[in-house]
């Protein structure tokens, strides 16, 4: 049974590193949650290690831009893992082709043009327009404040009688950016499969982004045994889902993108709905808490 806890100080005492996510726990789209932040920073005070793994479609350069704005300081973590990391190196290995079509807002052009060191001088990836890709290579919907994924049907069914792959650059169906709802790039690849096509994923609940942040980390700090590494992430089917198939504890946070289905009060999630909810998802993380503090 999912053990509710008070703060992150209560259970952390056995783990050395954390994989955090972003969007939902430490900050909601717009700013950051103070008491996460003082989490955090408690954390890695006692010599622990903060790893924000995100399904951000950007790499982390990019993700660590906005982080000034939204009151997310330096001390809080030790590095960036995202989604569109571990997608930049599926796509540079030409896992839909060399010629692309992106379909995703401009902010995320930072995918294309920032190309990672290990792959200098041989990421001859070309972007190029919907009749001559190859490939489709999805970081969003052009416009996420006002499109859904069923705006692109007509697209799609063109896109699958040529046989295009899509390369998802984040897994997640939707996000709250402060109090609004918008769809991502993985509610476009849900659709895009649904319709018969093929998708490939990279960010969470999948493989890569993990492999990436052990990698990542083992080179940095060195990487500790999978029993003391603690995940944290309000999405049961990218997060808790995610550390399930990676075989690492997990911390759900009740409070992110299914608050509504825990009762009134979001610090304080009620144990029965709770178990009732996440017996109905099929996951069982090790922990819960309403907010990240």
């Known amino acids: 049974m999912t053990r509710i806890v008070q703060s992150l100080a209560e259970i952390s005492e056995p783990y050395d590193a954390l994989f955090c996510d972003l969007w939902g726990c430490l900050h909601n789209g717009v700013t950051a949650y103070p008491a996460a932040v003082a989490a955090l920073q408690t954390f890695r005070a006692k010599g622990g290690r903060v790893v924000l793994l995100t399904n951000a479609p950007r790499p982390a350069d990019f993700v ?3 982080f000034a704005k939204m009151n997310i300081p330096d001390d809080a973590w030790d590095m960036i893992v995202s989604s569109g990391d571990a ?41 190029v327009s919907f009749e001559d890709a190859e490939g489709i290579v999805c970081t969003g919907p052009f416009h996420e404040d006002t499109e859904t994924p069923e705006d ?16 998802c650059a984040n897994p997640d169906l939707v996000v709250d950016m402060g109090d609004k709802r918008i769809y991502c790039a993985g509610a476009l690849a849900e659709l895009y499969e649904e319709m018969g096509a093929d998708a490939i994923y990279c960010g969470k609940p999948h493989p890569p982004i993990y492999d990436l942040a052990r ?22 089917l990218t997060d808790v889902a995610g550390a399930a198939g990676e075989g690492l504890d997990c911390l759900f946070v009740t409070g992110g993108l299914a608050a509504e289905a825990f009762g009134p009060d979001v610090e304080n999630p009620d144990a029965g709905k709770l178990e009732d909810w996440l017996d109905g998802q099929g996951q069982s993380p090790l922990y819960a808490i309403g907010r990240l503090r």
């Open 64 to 66: 660590k831009e906005r």
């Open 215 to 236: 990698r990542k980390l083992s080179a940095a700090f060195g990487l500790p045994d999978d029993s003391r590494i603690l995940t944290v992430g309000d999405g049961i």
């Open 87 to 127: 997608a930049q190196d599926a796509m540079f290995a030409s896992a839909v082709g060399r010629k692309v079509w992106h379909l995703g807002p401009e902010k995320d052009d930072g995918f294309f043009t920032h190309i990672p060191a290990e792959w200098e001088g041989r990421a001859n990836i070309e972007r």
């Open 152 to 167: 692109y049907r007509a697209q799609f069914l063109a896109a699958k009688t040529r046989g295009l792959k899509m390369l």
